[in-house]
């Protein structure tokens, strides 16, 4: 893969580029239709391919907002044509690098020096890519360093370049913007909060230490001397991605440790700590000696009690017993509304209580093996069918909290990196869900 030696930096170049991978898109449908109308054959899969392939080379050179946004829909395999999916997985940990003397730039202007002046030794070809920056490997007095650089200008763009591919995301999922506009915001404040090395500096060095205790997880040490607002410089670790550890020979009893791990963390993270790692794909996590490596909080997240205790009583069986109750709990988070018709209403009940059965089995079953693959196929299915609820597309404006966009986020990837693991892990209920037990019933 060679250096990219620039990126697009003006808003005209970034809407020119995007406007170029659509004009492509373009073509390729009037090359696919035109040869149909001759030969009387139609390659669906090799349009998608050519597609996925056009969008995504685009997507990468321009990084920022849109390389992310094609990570963010890979994780979710379900929204996209195997073709894109297997396209944009690109994205989660693997970008055309770009040029050293870019990298020496942004470094002259955050330290003055160039990286050979601060390190001994400093990879000149990027190690790692991904959508916001780049990771070079580094050496000083003995010590290897992975140093993450930021694109230049991505901070500058994010929010125009989500304003043009906004449409694209809305037809993928088939719904308009009055639906989705306070959780594309969300998706914008998170994205922005990305390019702040500054912040994520704090949040890993915070975070770290309050997860630090959690048995067979790890992170390395973060150095404020040598990081800013656009570079960050962490310990290097050897190891191995997640994906790479789920596709190899690991034992069940390795992937059942990675797995527990995996899995503790989010739930402390979630349910103790209520500010949690929000960007589950498998380049941000390493294996090391069956200990789970986080080396990424560039996405972090933040939920008031007040969301949590809404958004997790969901977690609760009672709701799928009580109909009433359900219907409470939608109100409350904002799902239904007073205008909502007695037949919408039903609908969205029964989709809802569908729903809760599986996304909460994990929890209600105490040991749960993620490498039943019914599981998985089960949530696919369900999101078929939601996507083709007309009911939910009658149903005017945003629903339910942006807060949950990356919450859910943090449970689908958690499911299908866990599914990936072929894990089996122990599981409980937040405490505060729990069953309680009669003092009657303890006598």
């Given amino acids: 893969m060679s250096d ?11 809407i020119a580029s995007l406007a170029g991978a659509g004009a492509r898109v373009g073509v390729n449908y009037l090359k696919h239709y035109g040869k149909r109308a001759i030969t009387g054959n139609t390659d669906q899969t090799a349009l998608h391919e050519q597609n996925a392939s056009d969008v995504y080379d685009t997507f990468s050179k321009l990084k920022g907002g849109p390389l992310k946004l094609a990570q963010m829909l890979s994780i979710d395999k379900n929204l996209l044509p195997p073709a894109y999916a297997r396209e944009f997985a690109q994205a989660q940990y693997s970008a055309p690098p770009l040029s050293y003397p870019l990298v020496v730039r942004t470094f002259r202007r955050e330290f003055g020096k160039s990286p ?9 070809s990027a190690v790692h ?5 780049q990771v070079h490997r580094a050496t000083l007095d003995g010590k290897d360093y992975a140093v993450k650089v930021q694109y230049p200008g991505v901070a500058e763009s994010i929010k125009s370049d989500l304003n043009f591919v906004k449409p694209v995301a809305l037809q993928i999922m088939g719904l308009k913007e009055s639906q989705v506009a306070p959780y594309i915001a969300e998706v914008e404040k998170r994205l922005l909060e990305e390019t702040n090395y500054t912040l994520e500096l704090e949040r890993s060095i915070e975070l770290s230490r309050r ?6 997880v790890r992170f390395p040490i973060y150095y404020p001397e040598y990081s800013s607002s656009r570079v960050l410089t962490l310990d290097w670790i050897d190891g191995v991605t997640l994906d790479k ?6 034992s069940q009893e390795a992937r059942d440790g990675i797995g527990q791990a ?4 989010y739930e402390h993270q979630i349910h103790v700590l209520h500010i949690f790692h929000a960007d589950p794909h498998p380049g941000n996590f390493l294996v090391k000696d069956n200990q789970l490596w986080v080396i990424d909080f560039g996405c972090t997240k933040k939920i008031e009690e007040d969301f949590y205790r809404k958004h997790f009583r969901f977690l609760d069986p009672a709701l799928t017993e009580d109909w009433q109750l359900l219907e409470e709990a939608l109100t409350d988070l904002g799902v239904f509304r007073p205008s909502d018709t007695a037949e919408i209403r039903q609908n969205v009940l029964e989709l809802c209580a569908e729903s809760i059965q599986i996304f909460s089995r994990p929890f209600r079953q105490g040991n749960f093996d993620f490498g039943d693959p019914t599981f998985m196929r089960a949530i696919y299915e369900l999101g078929d069918t939601s996507r083709r609820n007309d009911d939910f597309r009658k149903m005017e404006g945003a629903r339910g909290s942006a807060d ?10 958690l499911y299908s990196l866990l599914a990936r693991l072929r894990s089996r892990v122990e599981t409980r209920l937040p405490d505060w869900l729990q069953p309680q037990t009669s003092e009657a019933g303890l006598a």
């Fill in 4 to 14: 990219q030696e620039s990126i697009p930096s003006s808003k005209l170049s970034r």
């Fill in 116 to 124: 050979t002046e601060i390190f001994e030794t400093f990879t000149s």
């Fill in 129 to 133: 890519g991904a959508s916001i920056g």
């Fill in 211 to 216: 997860s630090g205790h959690l048995r067979n």
């Fill in 245 to 250: 550890f789920a596709d190899s020979d690991a």
């Fill in 262 to 265: 995996l899995w503790d963390f």
């Fill in 404 to 413: 949950g966009v990356y919450t859910n986020r943090a449970y689908f990837g």
